[in-house]
């Protein structure tokens, strides 16, 4: 059951990476980088929980158990 859980939050952070890859080179995001310097938040949202949950995934997939 715990593996199974991880293998879907794994998949599910890899799947955010890639939302937060396509939102940071969408238009809008690419012209508020372009005024500010800095990627969108959005952006940087969908990174952060995207390696969260898959680092959380992995823990589940490969901790030991008790």
Known sequence: MQ????????????????WGHDVANSIGSQVEKAFTGAPADKATYFFL??????????????????
């Open 3 to 18: 593996k199974g859980i991880g293998v879907i939050c794994l998949v599910i952070g890899v799947l955010l990476l890639v």
């Open 49 to 66: 929980a995207g390696v969260g949950l898959g680092l959380f995934g992995l823990l589940l997939i490969f901790g030991k158990r008790k």
